[in-house]
């Protein structure tokens, strides 16, 4: 009986364990679909991409997401232009959120307290924008590189904060 009941507890512990790391690759599936989203709304108004960074590489801050404001309005280029790259940062954030799913009213679809950051750095004539999603995990493993500082000191013990990036390289478009 003894025997059985500890197999029977390994097993309970083995599901809990499953789950856990079930729960950790859809949020990480998560957040490379809405790095890849972003990545995708600077190329297309890459004209005005300026208007994308809003964060700051240094220190992570501000970003968009949970307890986020509002992005700052862009001021460059066109009308159009900056009426897209405002639309496009208000629903990257709204998507942070976890609009993208919805069980009645309430926002499921996203990671566990998500921000996304959008940096530029200047290398030669290139503007490179480092795009990031960052969210608390489940449990405790690695912190991510400080080379991705999105929402860091956020999320408690840094050994909780998952995050990706990507960098995207454009021209300087005259």
């Given at each position: 009986?003894?025997?059985?009941l500890l197999g029977?507890l390994?097993?309970?512990?083995l ?43 240094a ?6 997401g949970?307890?986020?404001?509002s ?9 159009q ?5 405002d639309?496009?940062?208000a629903?990257?954030?709204n998507?942070?959120?976890g609009?993208a799913?919805?069980?009645g009213?309430?926002n499921v ?8 950051c959008?940096?530029?750095?200047t290398?030669g ?8 999603v960052?969210?608390?995990?489940s449990?405790?493993?690695l912190?991510?590189?400080a ?8 999320f ?14 454009i021209?300087?478009?005259s």
């Amino acid at each position: 009986m003894v025997i059985l009941l500890l197999g029977l507890l390994g097993l309970v512990g083995l599901m809990v364990q499953g789950q856990r790391s079930q729960m950790e690759s859809y949020q990480r599936v998560q957040a490379l679909v809405l790095l890849e989203d972003m990545v995708n709304r600077i190329n297309a108004n890459r004209k005005v991409a300026a208007c994308y960074a809003i964060t700051t590489a240094a220190d992570g801050t501000p970003y968009l997401g949970t307890g986020a404001g509002s992005a700052p309005a862009c001021g460059l280029g066109t009308a159009q232009q900056r009426a897209r790259a405002d639309l496009d940062m208000a629903e990257w954030s709204n998507l942070l959120l976890g609009s993208a799913e919805k069980i009645g009213a309430g926002n499921v679809g996203a990671m566990l307290g998500a921000r996304g950051c959008v940096s530029v750095a200047t290398v030669g004539i290139y503007q490179v924008y480092t795009v990031s999603v960052a969210w608390q995990g489940s449990g405790k493993t690695l912190a991510p590189p400080a080379s991705v500082p999105c929402a860091t000191g956020l999320f408690g013990d840094e050994a909780q904060r998952r995050a990706v990036s990507v960098p995207v390289q454009i021209a300087s478009l005259s």
